[in-house]
């Protein structure tokens, strides 16, 4: 059995790190969620000008919502976890909703050592998988009903996996020896702190993002950006 705690170690201490807005998005609600906005935005900017994570702006153009992680560390201790906080937008009739806020947290046995970082952008291709995250807080994974694929630095351009994902991950530099994360089984969980810090008491993504009766102006540039260019 200790084997198993070990794990579960690794990623108490990693969603204890997602839980703060990860390694520079540290502080508050209030002062964490404005800089995880501004971080989504730099991440796209940054996805933009990077060769190999430019797929997504052929991507955005038919995914029903885009999840934006602008860090999500990956370290292990005999055991490997990922965590971090980002946003989800969602396509609407008159472009995009407001972001909500998310995090990610998974882990898997082995023994590994290290700790890493990078960008992430989940491209959510289908209204199925979309409900599933925002109404349900799903796991990822073909056991749950969420297949995964995958492109970015590290990542064959093409690879059969992605045929058919509900989701593809566009994964920036920064694994180093982990070689890339895993999001076999990762959560999906909502960020009632952060939201309820932007939008109000009692915010709730379903209202962010599906029922548009949530919105501050302090997303606008982030919505306009994540448009394809």
Sequence with gaps: ???????????????????????QFTGSPEKAAPMLIEGALDTLTHFRRTQDLQIIDQLIPDAAGVMIL?????GGLFGAAEAGTGVLL??????????????????????QVGLQETEVVLIIRNLGALNAVVEHQAKLGADFGITVGWKGIGYEGSTTT???????????P????????????????????????????GAIPTEIIFDGTRSNPLADALRAAIAPR
């Design 1 to 23: 059995m200790i084997y198993l705690r070990r794990p579960m170690t690794a990623i108490g201490i990693l969603v204890m790190v997602a839980l703060t807005g990860c390694t």
């Design 174 to 201: 920064g694994m180093g020896i982990f070689g890339g994360v895993s999001l076999e089984g990762a959560a999906l969980v909502r960020r009632t702190d952060l939201n309820e810090s932007v939008y109000g008491e």
């Design 70 to 74: 602008p860090s999500v560390i990956k």
């Design 90 to 111: 969602a396509r609407t009739p008159d472009g995009w909703s407001y972001p909500a806020f998310y995090m990610l947290a998974a882990g898997s046995i082995g023994f």
């Design 162 to 172: 992605n045929v058919g994902a509900d989701i593809i991950a566009v994964v920036g």
